[in-house]
């Protein structure tokens, strides 16, 4: 797609550190390392974001990150990995071509802390009533 910025890299026409490629995804580290080996995973072809992508479409870009996550964390020494995708600027995405964030984590690397503390009592029924419909 014209203007998009990892079109460009998946067409070569912008350099990149590629660390897989194949026929349907391509992973880069990302230019702005919030861990070391934090990588970006992307489908070749161009979708705005995981929201708009078929469950074969995700399926395809999801069958090969195990793959590539285990390598890094493996090759790094990593003890563990963040797996992220933002959908939407709302959510923080800046780059509107799916991708999916590999943050390997070691113990006190400076990376994000996800803290797991309830910000909202919802109750859960109505909630689900609501997604459920
Ligand atoms: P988002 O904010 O959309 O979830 O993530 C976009 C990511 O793309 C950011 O972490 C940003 O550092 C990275 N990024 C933006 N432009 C480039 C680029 O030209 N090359 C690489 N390798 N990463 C980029
Ligand atoms: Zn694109």
Known sequence: MADCIFCKIIAGEIPSTKIYE???VLA???ISQATKGHTLVMPKKHFENLLAMSGDEAALLFSKIPDIAN???NNLGAEGMNVIANCGPIAGQSVM???IHLLPRTPNDGGPDFIHTPTHDF???EVAKEIIG
Do not use: G, N, S, Y
């Open 123 to 125: 109750d859960l029924d």
């Open 28 to 30: 880069i580290l990302d």
């Open 71 to 73: 390598r890094i964390v």
């Open 22 to 24: 194949d026929e349907d």
């Open 97 to 99: 071509h799916t991708h």
